[in-house]
């Protein structure tokens, strides 16, 4: 068996852009190639109150460049004292991964805030930190293909989060179906200016 | 023949043999004094200063003899002082005045803002107290560059324990590895010392509420109460008087608006001049770092009663 190190322990992870919020959600699954290993990962992360990012790919570098991140929002916390816009967060990040263009880590992020005057901001981008800025919907993971096509087809523009929230599960649950490698299960963060939301689903557990 | 002195002024001049204080000779010291001094008694005279300067307690007052010994902060002087540091200090003496004092349920600190001009932009950034990382904040007193440097690798330092350990760092610690970074410009690299005293308040889990002050030699101590900046003598006097173990909160900062009102220069006491701040665990158990407003501020010194001039404090 060929050994692909982006598919070493499998991930999905898509972000969605709703009416003045949106959402963020990752499967569960961590594998070590075909045996799984845990069923709870936590791929999604808090920047703070309003910057999310999740991120696909090797799992040692998920939680290293989440560690890395923490460090130095925390110092721009301190000598700014202000939180970090998703705009320049995504900026810093995709810094940090071009710093190692020759060694990368092994992950692809998925970045998702809400920017100034409410307005929700998502962007993807390859380990190596070209970012993709998009208006409604980004994917990510080894379930990447499956992601676009059930997003495309389910996606409408400005939904507010109770529906968004619904859109994004279906297309989370039924793309990971498709891929052996993710899967068991769901974690969905809805994001609006006045509340985070965290849900756990329950799809098919394999 | 006719001789002729023009007098300039209705004084005679003085001569050796009558005026004994008015005709002076060049001393060992660089000084003048009324005696001529011979090769052998400048040496003598030399010994038994020195003997002298090392009886003395650490006065602020350095004689002409120690120039020698205080151009490079990397050696010792003969009486076994760093005198570059010890002129650290002697700034920091002369810069607002800071007092932290450790409460059994936080950690109070009170600054007191030398700048008080209507032209400043009072933003929300803060002069005296600085946030170190969630846990831990400092107040500073002595030179704002330096400090704002030390700040900075005090912040860095933190996050890279963080991120290590996945862990906030304990206080000691880092309160270590700054004064570590302090020693060494105590002994190596020809540069000078920070001139800035801090004042660490913090928490952590395996030890609870600390409150530490460093100097600029690297020292630092855990105490209960403390000041830094000018007056801080006389602040440390009353604190040792008035502090009770245990007391609350509030407690602590009617002692610490009562302690600075007492020694700070100014009059009287307005929100202007001071920075409060309090380290405290909220009731879901996370440390918060929490600066006053203005309004609170003015709103405590009417409380304790310490906006009127220091004669009438309660």
Not at chain 1, 12 to 34: E, H, P, T, Y
Not at chain 1, 116 to 129: A, H, L, N, V
Request: with cysteine; charged share 20%.
């Amino acid at each position: 068996m060929a050994m692909q190190i982006f598919e070493y322990n499998g991930s999905a992870v898509v972000a969605m852009v709703g009416k003045n919020c949106f959402a963020i959600a990752s499967d569960r699954r961590l594998g070590v190639q075909l045996q799984t290993i845990a069923t709870d990962f936590q791929r999604i992360s808090k920047i703070h109150d309003r910057v999310f990012i999740g991120l696909s790919g090797l799992a040692t570098d998920v939680q290293t460049l989440y560690q890395r991140l923490v460090f130095r929002h925390k110092l721009y916390q301190l000598r700014e004292e202000r939180d970090m816009k998703p705009e320049t967060f995504a900026s810093l990040v995709s810094a940090i991964l071009y710093e190692k263009r020759f060694g990368p880590y092994l992950c692809q992020p998925v970045i998702a805030g809400l920017g100034e005057d409410d307005k929700p901001f998502i962007c993807t981008m390859d380990s190596i930190g070209a970012k993709e800025l998009a208006k409604d919907f980004v994917v990510s993971g080894t379930a990447s293909e499956s992601l676009y096509g059930a997003c495309e087809a389910m996606y409408k523009p400005d939904m507010e989060a109770e529906e968004l929230f619904e859109t994004i599960s279906q297309a989370l649950l039924s793309s990971v179906d498709r891929d052996c490698l993710s899967g068991w299960g769901g974690h969905v963060y809805v994001v609006t200016p006045t509340e985070i939301k965290e849900r756990i689903l329950k799809g098919r557990m394999d | 023949a006719e001789t002729l002195q023009i007098v300039v002024s209705s004084s005679p001049v003085p001569s050796h043999a009558n005026d004994k204080e008015s005709y002076l000779w060049r001393s060992h010291t660089g000084g003048f004094g009324t005696t001529l001094e011979s090769r052998g008694s400048c040496k003598r005279n030399q010994g038994i200063e020195n003997q002298k300067k090392s009886e003395r307690k650490v006065s602020s007052a350095v004689s002409n003899m120690s120039r020698r010994y205080d151009s490079r902060t990397t050696i010792f002087s003969p009486e076994g002082r760093l005198y570059q540091v010890e002129y650290a200090m002697e700034a920091i003496g002369n810069a607002g005045s800071a007092i932290g004092i450790l409460a059994k349920d936080g950690v109070v600190l009170i600054g007191e803002k030398k700048v008080t001009s209507k032209l400043l932009q009072t933003s929300t950034s803060a002069e005296k107290m600085y946030k170190i990382d969630d846990h831990v904040a400092c107040a500073v007193a002595g030179i704002m560059s330096d400090a704002n440097i030390l700040i900075n690798t005090a912040r860095v330092q933190a996050q890279r324990y963080t991120f290590m350990y996945q862990e906030p760092m304990p206080v000691e610690q880092l309160v270590q590895s700054l004064c570590d970074t302090k020693q060494g410009y105590t002994q190596f690299g020809g540069l000078r010392p920070f001139g800035v005293s801090f004042l660490f308040a913090g928490w952590d889990k395996n030890h609870g509420f600390q409150l530490y002050m460093s100097d600029p030699s690297g020292n630092y101590g855990g105490w209960k109460a403390a000041a830094v900046g000018a007056n801080n003598q006389a602040a440390q006097s009353i604190l040792k008087q008035d502090y009770k173990d245990d007391a609350s909160r509030e407690e602590v900062v009617e002692l610490a608006l009562k302690v600075l009102s007492k020694t700070m220069d100014s009059t009287s006491l307005t929100s202007e001049k001071l920075e409060l701040a309090e380290v405290f665990l909220t009731p879901s158990g996370s440390v918060q770092y929490h600066v006053h407003s203005p309004e609170s501020l003015t709103k405590l010194l009417v409380k304790h009663g310490v906006t009127q001039p220091a004669a009438e404090t309660s």
